[in-house]
């Protein structure tokens, strides 16, 4: 919070402690997301290893650098194809889109939560899986959108996530301004009705298996990953961080209240369309290759401000990178609990992530946008 009571112009002596704390603050950050780099690269290692066919880590590593160029005359191919074929085509690009959508989800529950002031909210509270979910069902069940062939699933998941959002977008709007609460209620209104719509396309299914095709996307899965597919999503969350932490400021101005933050020179309405864009333009493609994977943008913002506080400039990069390291580990749950079988990966995150939350907030006198403190 001390950029906050930096913008609010305290006196010097304040201003002081505050600049020393925020310093103090920023290297604790670095050091974090050092730490968090570590945790990456050794769950992103570990969890190509697991499988029913188990492969060393160096192994792993080996045929992964010996697809970058200029590094391949320096690795000793003492590989079999099957193996190259398990971790290249299979395992790699699965682990890498899970990273992504989890660091993504993470990033965009913390602007959401920021949005709407409102500690229940996620990626997902404006309706984006409930359109995205309608899309994806018409396809899985009903054949739709054929012409796009394999693209069809995530581009029908795509545009019906951006016509909810649109929808909403829509009937928040009175008078060229959003409210918050408009907002809210308009998201839940259009959720509500999409949610009612996917079930009559689920129960209308002439299959039984397009049923429980369906039923598994909307709990999200990364089973369906491959190397060409993963840049719109990178690219996607690339830019959404840049935005976003360019952002962080008039996020934290958000957290003390609208009208402090129009006072501290925040154009609000501008603004808040121009994050609902961000958000649901991320959340949107994030949807369209993975399914609706709760819990992760409610629950990773308030595992990281426990420890680090609210300030945006802080809570983004950790969120991200806490947001993938869970999702990696959780898609490896997926994969093995019911092997040969696999799990939704919307449970595992839900089964796994809520006793830990709820351990934590009994640990922590934690209030949402009060700087964590402890």
């Not at 749950?333 to 449970?347: D, S």
Request: aromatic share 10%; proline share 4%; charged share 10%.
């Amino acid at each position: 919070m001390g950029g906050l009571q930096e913008a609010g112009g305290a006196d010097p002596s304040l201003k002081a402690e505050e600049g020393k704390k925020n310093k103090h603050q920023r290297g604790r950050t670095r050091f974090l997301v050092l730490c968090l780099i570590l945790i990456l690269i050794v769950s992103i290692t570990v969890s190509i290893m697991i499988g029913p066919i188990s492969i060393s880590p160096i192994t792993v590593w080996k045929i992964a650098l010996s697809k970058v160029p200029y590094l391949d005359t320096y690795i000793v191919q003492d590989w079999t194809k099957a193996q190259e074929q398990i971790i290249w085509e299979i395992r790699f690009p699965r682990i890498i889109l899970g990273a992504i959508v989890g660091a993504g989800l993470a990033i965009v529950g913390v602007a959401i939560q920021a949005l709407v002031r409102n500690s229940l909210a996620d990626p997902f509270i404006l309706g984006i899986s409930s359109g995205a979910s309608v899309g994806a069902t018409l396809v899985i069940v009903l054949g739709a959108f054929k012409m796009f062939g394999l693209y069809a699933l995530s581009i029908a998941a795509f545009l019906g996530a951006l016509i909810s959002v649109f929808l909403v977008f829509l009937v928040a709007q009175v008078s060229g301004k959003i409210s918050t609460v408009r907002l809210l209620l308009s998201g839940i209104a259009i959720s509500m009705m999409l949610s009612a719509v996917t079930s009559y396309i689920v129960i209308s299914a002439p299959r039984e298996e397009g049923v429980r095709d369906a039923l598994f996307w909307m709990m999200g899965s990364l089973s369906g990953a491959k190397w060409e597919q993963l840049a719109i999503p990178f690219f996607s969350l690339f830019i959404g961080m840049v935005l976003l932490l360019f952002f962080a400021r008039p996020l934290n101005l958000l957290l003390m209240g609208e009208q402090t933050a129009a006072t501290l020179g925040l154009n609000i309405n501008i603004f808040k369309k121009v994050l609902m864009l961000v958000t649901a333009l991320l959340t949107g493609v994030l949807v369209a290759v993975s399914g609706a994977i709760g819990f992760i943008g409610l629950m990773v913002p308030h595992v990281v401000r426990l420890f680090i506080g609210s300030d945006h400039r802080n809570v983004l990069p950790i969120s991200a990178f806490v947001g993938a390291i869970f999702l990696i580990w959780a898609d490896v749950c997926a994969r093995t609990f019911v092997a040969p079988q696999e799990l939704p990966i919307g449970i595992v995150t839900a089964l796994c992530g809520g006793p830990f939350f709820i351990w934590l907030l009994r640990r922590n006198s934690y209030s949402f946008g009060g700087g964590g403190e402890k």
